[in-house]
């Protein structure tokens, strides 16, 4: 394995092919609108985003969790009702509901997105001039290297899986689960409370004690986990493949913006790639050169050893 190709969306995207997470948000307020309405009131993006569909995956952490502790709560039965056991269940079964509409729902949809932009057939002129002989690392969920190239599937690792195993297709955030759970188990009274007003923060929580609505409460912050790029987990099941990649003497990164949801690969492709190994870097636009080239020097990658370039100068008709 002497080349090494990394692709991501932007190599997709490069092909004239539908699969922009705002395409993704137009197709599921169309297709789904309960899942794109569930998404628009919950996830609470930061404001520098034009709308959290513009680092969506990012954004997939930053779900507000209060909103939707609210919206459970109102089907909390009054206790004086005569169907209070039997619908003591609804805020449980509300709360698995809203988890499965934004992660196993979400993903089935994202598939099926993903399935209609394969299907596309891509101009010739847009085909890039490749090694079709090297290893590939897709991080797309499209099959566009063997479609297009006819790339053979053994010769790529799909990173995140394909549109076609819709169940295993690895769509989230990278932010450590552990981090919410402690936040949610964090139930330490207030510093600097008398003795006299802790007996009472006590007292008012154990009335606001309700079994049911703990559980609903475990089942909503059960989110994170599902919805989780566990890459450390996905790193070790691929160690095989990592392990081989001394051999590599040029890195070849297409249509990648090596975000920080993705970018404990590249630590891991760099701290087993050979140091002399030269690296050919894709950009679009001088605004993500710059962050290229910031998060090249920061993996500890030199000068030297890399070259920034444009999908277009790999055309295998020149413009």
């Known amino acids: 394995m002497e080349t090494l190709y990394i692709v991501g969306n932007g190599f997709d995207l490069h092909h004239d092919l539908p699969t922009t997470y705002v395409g993704f948000s137009e197709y599921l307020k169309s297709k789904n609108p309960s899942i794109f309405d569930i998404l628009a009131h919950v996830i609470s993006y930061p404001i520098t985003d034009n709308d959290l569909w513009s680092r969506f995956?990012?954004?997939?952490?930053?779900?507000?969790?209060?909103?939707?502790?609210?919206?459970?709560?109102?089907y909390i039965p009054c206790p004086?009702?005569?169907?209070?056991?039997?619908?003591?269940?609804?805020?449980?079964?509300?709360?698995?509901?809203?988890?499965?509409?934004?992660?196993?729902?979400?993903?089935?949809?994202?598939?099926?997105?993903?399935?209609?932009a394969d299907s596309y057939q891509v101009d010739t002129d847009f085909l890039l001039n490749l090694d079709l002989d090297a290893f590939f690392i897709s991080f797309n969920f499209t099959r566009t290297l063997e479609k297009q190239y006819g790339v053979s599937a053994e010769n790529i690792l799909y990173m995140h899986g394909t549109y076609d195993d819709k169940e295993n297709i690895v769509l989230g955030h990278a932010v450590d689960p552990s981090i919410f759970i402690e936040e949610q188990d964090d139930q330490?009274?207030?510093?600097?409370?008398?003795?006299?007003?802790?007996?009472?923060?006590?007292?008012?929580?154990?009335?606001?004690?309700?079994?049911?609505?703990?559980?609903?409460?475990?089942?909503?912050?059960?989110?994170?986990?599902?919805?989780?790029?566990?890459?450390?987990?996905?790193?070790?099941?691929?160690?095989?493949?990592?392990?081989?990649?001394?051999?590599?003497?040029?890195?070849?990164?297409?249509?990648?913006?090596m975000s920080d949801v993705d970018i404990e690969y590249f630590e891991v492709i760099k701290e087993h790639a050979s140091q002399h190994c030269q690296w050919n870097v894709s950009y679009y636009g001088?605004?993500?050169?710059a962050k290229i080239e910031d998060i090249l020097l920061g993996l500890g990658i030199s000068e030297q050893n890399y070259t920034l370039i444009e999908l277009t100068s790999l055309l295998s008709k020149p413009e």
């Open 188 to 257: 330490s009274p207030p510093e600097g409370l008398t003795s006299e007003q802790l007996e009472q923060w006590y007292e008012e929580m154990s009335n606001q004690y309700v079994p049911f609505l703990d559980e609903a409460r475990e089942e909503l912050f059960s989110y994170y986990g599902r919805s989780f790029k566990n890459a450390s987990e996905i790193i070790e099941t691929n160690s095989s493949t990592f392990n081989r990649l001394g051999e590599v003497r040029h890195i070849f990164t297409l249509g990648h913006s």
């Open 286 to 289: 001088e605004e993500e050169k």
């Open 57 to 74: 995956e990012e954004n997939l952490s930053l779900i507000d969790i209060s909103y939707l502790e609210d919206h459970i709560s109102e």
């Open 80 to 116: 004086s009702s005569d169907d209070y056991d039997r619908d003591m269940d609804a805020c449980v079964l509300e709360a698995q509901r809203l988890v499965g509409y934004l992660t196993h729902e979400l993903r089935n949809e994202f598939a099926e997105y993903i399935r209609k």
